[in-house]
């Protein structure tokens, strides 16, 4: 099946700084990448949709000036904690789908730690 | 909106044992049914899926119908492996009954298998 890669795997950084997940589809095109975020011993919650080339698209309540989304190519999409806060510590999970009606894969997750 | 319970565990069985995961939804249109995999260290990865109404849905010896009379769509298994000891996740897409294009997942159930 095809592969997602997500990088890092897992990052800590400190309160105010920011830090920068990557997503890659790696043998095949991604019109669509998906990006959610999990809590411990909770569901998958998607926080927003990136189109290759447009503007991402985000849930009610996450705020896009803190989670900034890019998909510039299709092949990488990459989300940017800026500011992070000790609440903002929580396991990043990528999606990328070729096209609408076609299955979405799933990259591994990033573990991010804010202290 | 739309939403996903699934029975929390972990659930611990005896291998051979046979496997239910209960799973209900609530969606505003016809939703799209999915359950996903997640093995230890790596990507979710679909397991299986039903579209509309009484389809089932089937994949490595896993089974689950679109019971729509009960909004339900429990993950079963007649003899499981230790190699099936995973986390398993319920999902829906909605989008045609105005949801988002992603996913809407349950909260997981940890399933441990004993030799």
């Known amino acids: 099946g095809a592969v997602v890669s997500q990088h890092p795997s897992w990052v800590i950084c400190k309160s105010g700084t920011s830090v920068k997940i990557e997503c890659r589809s790696l043998?095949?095109?991604?019109?669509?990448m998906f990006w959610y975020r999990q809590f411990p011993k909770q569901s998958l919650m998607l926080m927003a949709t990136?189109?290759?080339?447009?503007?991402?698209?985000?849930e009610q309540g996450v705020e896009k000036d803190k989670f900034l989304i890019n998909h510039a190519s299709l092949t990488l999409s990459t989300l940017t904690v800026t500011s992070a806060h000790p609440e903002d510590s929580s396991f990043y999970i990528c999606?990328?789908?070729?096209?609408?009606?076609?299955?979405?894969?799933f990259g591994p997750g990033t573990r991010l730690t804010v202290t | 909106g739309d939403s996903v319970t699934q029975m929390e565990g972990p659930v611990t069985l005896s291998e051979e044992a046979f496997l239910t995961i209960n799973c209900t939804y609530t969606?505003?249109?016809?939703?799209?049914l999915f359950w996903y995999v997640q093995y230890p260290g790596e990507g979710l990865q679909l397991l299986l899926k039903?579209?509309?109404?009484?389809d089932k849905g089937s994949n490595k010896g896993f089974e689950a119908t679109y019971r729509k009379e009960t909004t339900s769509f429990h993950l079963e298994k007649g003899s499981v492996q230790v190699s099936d000891s995973a986390v398993y996740f319920c999902?829906?897409?909605?989008?045609?009954?105005?949801?988002?294009?992603?996913?809407?997942f349950g909260k997981g159930t940890h399933l441990i298998i004993q030799p």
């Open positions: 999606s990328a789908r070729w096209d609408r009606g076609y299955e979405q894969y």
């Open positions: 043998d095949f095109q991604a019109t669509t």
């Open positions: 990136s189109n290759e080339g447009s503007k991402a698209t985000y």
């Open positions: 969606a505003t249109g016809y939703p799209s």
């Open positions: 039903a579209t509309k109404a009484d």
């Open positions: 999902a829906l897409s909605d989008v045609l009954g105005g949801g988002a294009d992603g996913l809407t």
